[in-house]
């Protein structure tokens, strides 16, 4: 009789493979099932939790919209690189959202590595990786409280009166958000995740050397824009959760070239 651990291990790889419509890998979409039950739960209670335990609660938000990012991160992968893989390649119309994923990542400016951002391998489709949903709800949290505290700093150095129509404070505290946490946050971002798979001075050279200046570009063209929403029209207690909601489509982009920076530059060739 095969063992506990041999038998779990045979379940994942048949769920791994399951796929509704021919479309959609069941395991991420269970997944993400669950983070939406969660923080549409954690929503309903949002204001009472952030009277009592403001820190806190800006940890859980965070984290709960970090997994969202990177669930749908690696579904896009999944769906891409098995429709790439079939033998006549993507096709209509069972394909159409592989398609449209690649006609996306040709567009992305400054992607890794010969234009691609979601990389087309002999190793892939990947199973969904549940070690690397951790790394990423992991980051959210322990990133929350330096963001709080960064925009509570931003609110009392630049003071925006109420029912004011000024722009000054707001661009001052964009400014502030941009030339000095942003790359900041970022160059951490890229650390702690090369650190957290287990990759060493190599590895982070890499990270730094193919990624971070085309992933900085790529924050500046989003993130001014809606910080200056944020930071004009949001009340302190929602500006984290504002940004971070933003932050899926940032945080999913920012999976997908972690992601593509750690296949082996010889897998771009095949």
């Known amino acids: 009789m095969p063992s506990l651990k041999v038998r779990a291990r045979r379940t994942m790889r048949h769920l791994q493979s399951i796929y509704l419509w021919d479309r959609i890998p069941v395991i991420p979409l269970v997944v993400f099932l669950i983070q939406t039950i969660i923080m549409a739960r954690f929503i309903a209670v949002f204001n009472e939790s952030f009277e009592k335990r403001p820190i806190l609660t800006m940890m859980i938000s965070n984290t709960v919209l970090n997994s969202i990012a990177d669930t749908v991160a690696q579904t896009i992968t999944i769906i891409r690189e098995r429709a790439l893989l079939k033998p006549s390649g993507p096709e209509l119309p069972q394909d159409r959202i592989a398609i449209e994923i690649g006609e996306i990542d040709s567009k992305i400016p400054d992607t890794i590595h010969k234009g691609e951002l979601i990389p087309a391998t002999s190793f892939l489709p990947p199973p969904f990786e549940f070690e690397r949903l951790a790394r990423f709800a992991f980051w959210g949290f322990v990133m929350a ?125 095949a």
């Open 145 to 269: 409280p330096a963001q709080f505290t960064w925009f509570k700093f931003l609110g009392k150095t630049f003071p925006i009166a109420p029912h004011s129509a000024a722009m000054g404070p707001a661009l001052k505290r964009v400014a502030c958000d941009q030339l000095i946490f942003a790359p900041v946050g970022l160059a951490g971002f890229f650390t702690f995740m090369t650190i957290a798979e287990g990759g060493r001075r190599k590895e982070l050279e890499n990270k730094f050397g193919n990624v971070y200046m085309s992933a900085l570009r790529s924050n500046y063209m989003l993130w001014p824009a809606v910080q200056i929403i944020n930071f004009r029209l949001m009340p302190l207690q929602f500006q984290l959760p504002f940004a971070s909601s933003v932050g899926i489509l940032w945080t999913t982009y920012l999976s997908l070239t972690n992601s593509a920076a750690e296949v082996p530059e010889d897998e771009y060739m």
